[in-house]
């Protein structure tokens, strides 16, 4: 897979990933354990797309 595709599809779980935490603080039954568990991984994406954008 080629450095800029898999960059696309980490931007895209990222984007899903920012939209699923959105729509969990939104809800007021959503375990607030659940909301950090996203909101770790998609510091995990974003991570990992700014150390391969800069290499």
Not at 5 to 16: I, S
Request: charged share 35%; hydrophobic share 35%; net charge positive.
């Amino acid at each position: 897979m080629a450095l800029s595709t898999h960059l696309q599809e980490l931007k895209k779980k990222h984007q899903v990933l920012s939209d699923a935490v959105e729509s969990a603080q939104r809800s007021p039954g959503t375990d607030d354990l659940e909301i950090a568990r996203l909101k770790k991984e998609k510091l995990q994406l974003k991570e990992a797309i700014t150390r391969l954008s800069a290499s």
